[in-house]
């Protein structure tokens, strides 16, 4: 890899991914038209670099699943390019396909459904090896390599136990160590704490962030927590219904978001402290939350408190304030304001 | 007379040979207006609590000791047809992931209807607009099937169900678990509602003490079947005790403060399956002496709430040690 650390191992190019509509729920509100199709991804861009960890945030439909899908290469974007070390995926040979796929791997939410309860831990762990067709003798090696990677030792301890021997907290080790035997280059972490206790996320979390570091992997952790961000991610990508609402460093937009809508999901995480009463939200952000709706508009506006004509008219296009890229028609306008106030 | 009465409450499963004693003397009591949330990890028994309160057990489960008491009647000695007649009017139930209990082919009115019918109400449509309405629901809803509702709004349906009947006891197991942000910040708002509006005594029990914090005025923290430390939620989480305590509160992240570094309680729950001669936490407690080895602390009162910890008198020392991830950090 020597020279191509200005590479990034991945790279979104106007990524679109549309899925037809069968028009559902959207029939039923009088007046309205549903669109044929769903807007899943739409024109989305940003480059990964190995080392660092984006952290992808949005609600149920926000596309941030579809996104995962795309970057494995499970879905192939409508429009647009996803590029792997540079190269277009759609012009992958079919062992280059095979290959890309040893790559890229995926940890998921939930440890206890993801590892199969007849498989041993070897037999997890060693299927990525089978597939990609590395010796047996080679095998075990790299299987108990991978286990004290995860921080499971000594690695051959627990090579012939079962999942329903171990924690909720190792099994998602034996799943990260499933991951990372071959070596690969990108990781996407699918709410890898969220059914864990709470007293091991921290654990889990490390790990990830020490994996990442040390084997110079990039991660993509996905997560409807904004609290955890902070422990791991060194970027941050807000998505709302398939679009980047803001994208850029951990840290100043955690102290300072810009869009609107990351104002409001930050705002709405409860906090662990009895005293801090919290604001009730606005009442738009409730009532809108079901309609989709079309038309070249901004996709928050009907549930943003800031919103004006040029909001319902026409989709903002996405401008830097800083190292911050936010998609608002009214965020200096805002800021402004703010500035004032205070 | 307190609402609910919990004294000494011992269960236990049998599953193939084994017996597991899932909660052992648990005891509280919740009075009228009163949320007392119950906070803990997988298998620290919150949830065999709450089923064993509204009589829901499973059949390998047996009550082995203790009563639950519900305003006068003993609830742990009820025959079915009294329970019957218990549920929904004196006591309800919002499970995890409730959004999944509604009945996928009736109309919500309907399942509004058939929860009247079972307790001889038969007129209950203007009732049901109105607790639509009280969960921000617009009434219209009622004509829907439950898939044509979102996850948050089929949980604000539940929520609205359990109210039918204004029950005094209210047990929310994890109500906001799954949710995204914004609708849990609904369903929490709606939470705080119904418990100032209704009066009811509510139980909410999760493993979320942010959620906790902000719906409860009391709290007990539950580990390994027991009831470790009980008291004010101000008490417990600003000047928590007992050192299961201190460690949640260290391992929970807070928005204020996202970089703060997170502590991770070594080692795993215990197994529940053998007799208990010793403080269970003792394994992963970075404080554990000889006697936490070989003695079960009992609950006991301390600066103004209850903790089971040989070394509750420490616990000013053990709270600045807790704070630091280092006092966790145990090599492999």
């Known amino acids: 890899m020597s020279g191509a650390s200005e590479m990034p191992v991945i790279e979104f190019a106007k990524v679109c991914k549309f899925f037809r509509s069968h028009r559902g729920m959207a029939e039923l509100i009088p007046g309205s038209k549903a669109p044929d199709h769903i807007r899943a991804l739409d024109d989305i861009s940003f480059r990964l670099e190995r080392g660092r960890v984006l952290g992808l945030v949005g609600e149920s439909g926000s596309g941030k699943s579809t996104l995962a899908n795309v970057l494995v290469g499970l879905e192939a974007p409508t429009s647009g390019k996803m590029l792997f070390q540079g190269r277009d995926l759609a012009t992958f040979s079919s062992a280059e396909k095979r290959a890309f796929h040893g790559q890229v791997q995926m940890v998921f939410q939930d440890p206890y459904a993801s590892l199969n309860p007849r498989f041993t831990i070897r037999q997890t762990i060693e299927e990525p090896l089978i597939i990609q067709r590395y010796p047996r003798q080679e095998r075990t090696r790299l299987v108990i390599e991978a286990l004290e990677r995860s921080e499971l030792r000594p690695g051959a301890a627990f090579l012939d136990r079962y999942p329903h021997e171990l924690s909720g907290g190792q099994r998602q080790r034996v799943a990260i160590a499933r991951a990372i035997v071959l070596g690969p280059s990108v990781l996407v972490a699918d709410e890898p704490v969220s059914m864990l206790d709470v007293s091991v996320r921290a654990g889990i979390l490390r790990l990830l962030r020490s994996l990442i570091d040390g084997l110079g992997m990039a991660l993509v952790f996905i997560t409807h927590d904004l609290s955890l961000i902070g422990q791991i991610c060194d970027e941050l990508m807000i998505l709302y219904r398939g679009k980047v609402a803001e994208f850029g460093p951990v840290e100043p937009i955690l102290d300072h978001p810009l869009h609107p809508y990351t104002q409001q999901l930050m705002a709405a995480v409860p906090v662990p402290d009895p005293r801090v009463r919290p604001a009730e939200l606005p009442a738009q952000l409730m009532n809108a939350a079901g309609i989709a709706g079309e038309g070249p508009r901004c996709n928050f506006a009907p549930r943003c408190i800031h919103a004006v004509d040029v909001c319902r008219n026409s989709i903002p296009a996405p401008r830097r304030i800083g190292e911050i890229e936010v998609a608002c028609h009214r965020v200096e306008q805002l800021e402004a304001a703010m500035t004032k106030e205070n | ?332």
């Not at chain 2, 053990?318 to 492999?332: K, L, M």
Request: glycine share 6%; with cysteine; proline share 6%.
């Open chain 2, 1 to 332: 007379m307190s609402l609910l009465d919990v004294r000494d409450l011992t269960v236990s499963y049998r599953s193939g040979g084994t017996s597991v004693q899932a909660l052992s003397q648990v005891s509280f009591s919740l009075e009228r207006g009163e949320a007392l949330g119950v906070v803990g990890e997988s298998g620290c028994g919150k949830s065999t609590l709450a089923k064993a309160i509204l009589a829901l057990l499973p059949r390998n489960a047996r009550i082995a000791n203790g009563a639950v008491v519900l305003d006068g009647t003993e609830l742990s000695k009820a025959s079915a047809e009294e329970l019957r007649q218990l549920r929904w009017t004196a006591m309800a139930y919002v499970t995890q992931s409730a959004m999944d209990s509604l009945n996928p082919v009736a109309r919500i009115l309907d399942q509004f209807a058939q929860t009247g019918r079972a307790h001889g109400e038969k007129d209950i449509r203007s009732r049901a607009e109105a607790l639509m309405r009280d969960v921000g629901l617009d009434a219209r809803w009622l004509k829907s099937f439950p898939h044509e509702l979102s996850g948050g709004m089929r949980q604000r349906v539940i929520i609205a169900l359990s109210l039918l009947f204004e029950p005094p006891l209210l047990i929310a197991d994890e109500p906001t678990t799954g949710l995204d942000v914004i609708v849990q910040r609904q369903v929490l708002d709606l939470l705080r509602r119904v418990r100032a509006d209704y009066g009811a005594g509510v139980i909410f029990i999760s493993h979320d003490i942010a959620v906790i914090a902000e719906l409860c005025s009391s709290v007990a923290v539950m580990y390994g079947g027991r009831i470790v430390e009980k008291g004010s939620i101000i008490d417990v989480l600003e000047q928590p005790q007992h050192p299961y305590t201190m460690g949640l509160k260290q391992a929970f992240p807070d928005m204020r403060d996202a970089r703060r570094a997170l502590i991770n309680i070594p080692g795993s729950p215990p197994a529940l399956d053998r007799p208990v001669e010793s403080c269970l936490f003792a394994p992963r407690c970075p404080f554990a002496q000889d006697v936490c080895r070989t003695q079960p602390p009992p609950l006991r009162e301390v600066a103004g709430h209850e903790v089971a910890c040989h070394f509750a008198e420490k616990a000013p020392e053990f709270r600045s040690r807790a704070a630091d991830p280092i006092t966790w950090a145990r090599p492999e």
